[in-house]
């Protein structure tokens, strides 16, 4: 199976997830990366909106399509 160059994973994988991540009432849309240590928690306490990665919709986190969250990062917790 042939390597990516960006991050040493398959090309046929349709999304990547890193280690110690959590992720709860989240949708992870096709080939996203999701770095080392990210934390996801969607819920009813998050308003609506629109960014680069992301998009929040009544509680629920929507990872972008291709969209690349770096390590360490928080969303909606």
């Known amino acids: ?5 960006n991050w040493g994973i398959p090309k046929t994988a349709t999304c990547w ?3 110690r991540c959590y992720i709860e009432n989240a949708i992870l849309d096709k080939n996203c990366r999701i ?3 990210v934390r996801i928690k969607g819920g009813p306490h998050l308003e609506d909106g629109d960014f680069q990665t992301h998009a ?3 509680g629920i986190v929507v990872v972008k399509k ?3 969250i770096s390590n360490g ?3 909606g917790c």
């Open 35 to 37: 770095g080392n240590d």
């Open 17 to 19: 997830c890193g280690e």
């Open 1 to 5: 199976m042939r390597k990516s160059l």
């Open 73 to 75: 990062v928080s969303i």
């Open 56 to 58: 929040i919709c009544d």
């Open 66 to 68: 291709n969209a690349v």
